[in-house]
């Protein structure tokens, strides 16, 4: 006796939902563009390259979060957008604002890039997440804000003050407009929720005093802390900064389970390949020529000490300085009428 047309109806329902439609396969290959790089290194990750159009993204991995990375090479800075599949919250990390040190002039094409794929991608975004007030780089975070929709606060870690009252002085700006100059200063270990992501604050030190990272599920945003395997770590050599305590803070990422990933605020990939943005815990331990752990503190310290009195100053080190702990506003024209990005370099 045949089955009831009813019960045949129900197993092709069942057949059909478990197979991938045609247009979800389409989604998943379009949102993976790249493929991993073979190179010499042995780590496996995930590469991010950057394009020649910034209207290009990459979507990094297909999970929670959803983590879009963004290349800008002429600071070599990763930016992230990382986004609740759920309720479609995201966050925007460490975003970069273009800088012409001859001109002493800024543009928003970077930025603009970012604001373009959340519109596309109809992302609301929840926070604008800095790691530290950088020295390489000027944050979009204050032109983001201005743009897009709602009150978006601007966080970073508490000991950004320290930082602010240092430089300030050095600058010569007014206390008052460093006041509250963020909206949110974040605890150390503080926790919040992205959608139905749990981030926890990490407090980073050691390139800077104020510098942390940010545990969003499986995934950390680490700044200018912990590189690339073949990379190793940030300078130390910044005012507050400490090879010893850069070495801490990596062996608190390191302490992580293997398998979660730590995203890299720069990369500057050796000769023979192209920039990447992570590597897991566990690809960092066995292999990161700074901090792999058969490397003591004391070896550390002297390789980071001695790589440091090697390097000169960050090119744009003081326009990035004084827009970075305003928060990204750019100061105005002095009373001489000359521009105070261009003065000190």
Not at 124 to 129: Q, Y
Not at 170 to 194: C, H, Q, R, S, V
Not at 237 to 250: N, Q, R, V, W
Request: hydrophobic share 35%; glycine share 6%; with cysteine.
């Amino acid at each position: 006796m045949s089955p009831p047309i009813s019960t045949l109806l129900f197993k092709r329902l069942l057949i059909s939902l478990s197979a991938p439609s045609q247009c979800a396969r389409r989604s998943v290959l379009c949102s993976r563009p790249t493929l991993p790089i073979r190179t010499n290194r042995n780590f496996a990750t995930m590469t991010t390259l950057p394009g020649p159009d910034c209207r290009d993204h990459f979507r990094t991995f297909i999970e929670t979060p959803e983590i879009y990375s963004f290349f800008e090479k002429q600071t070599s800075t990763w930016q992230y957008v990382v986004a609740d599949p759920a309720s479609m919250e995201a966050a925007i990390i460490d975003p970069v604002l273009d800088f012409d040190n001859v001109t002493g002039a800024v543009s928003t094409k970077t930025a603009d890039c970012i604001l373009d794929f959340i519109s596309k991608k109809e992302l609301k975004v929840a926070r604008i997440l800095e790691t530290h007030a950088h020295a390489d780089h000027l944050t979009a975070a204050q032109y983001l804000k201005e743009k897009l929709p709602g009150d978006v606060p601007l966080c970073i870690g508490k000991r950004i003050t320290q930082v602010q009252k240092s430089f300030g002085l050095k600058y010569g700006m007014d206390p008052a407009t460093l006041e509250n100059a963020f909206d949110i200063y974040l605890e150390d270990d503080e926790e919040f929720k992205l959608g139905e992501i749990s981030c926890k604050v990490m407090h980073l030190p050691g390139h800077t005093p104020d510098h942390v990272g940010y545990l969003l599920g499986k995934s950390v945003f680490t700044g200018d802390s912990i590189f690339l395997p073949d990379v190793g770590s940030a300078r130390a050599d910044f005012p507050g900064g400490s090879a010893k305590i850069l070495y801490s803070s990596m062996q608190r990422l390191l302490s992580l389970p293997g398998d979660y990933k730590i995203f890299v605020g720069h990369d500057y990939p050796p000769e023979g390949r192209e920039p990447v943005c992570v590597a897991t815990v566990e690809e960092q331990k066995t292999m990161n020529k700074h901090g792999k752990m058969d490397i003591d503190e004391s070896s550390f310290i002297k390789l980071r000490e001695e790589r440091d009195a090697t390097l000169g100053a960050p090119r744009l080190l003081h326009p990035s300085l004084q827009v970075n702990i305003r928060a990204g506003k750019v100061p105005p024209l002095d009373a001489d009428g000359q521009n105070p990005l261009k003065k000190h370099t």
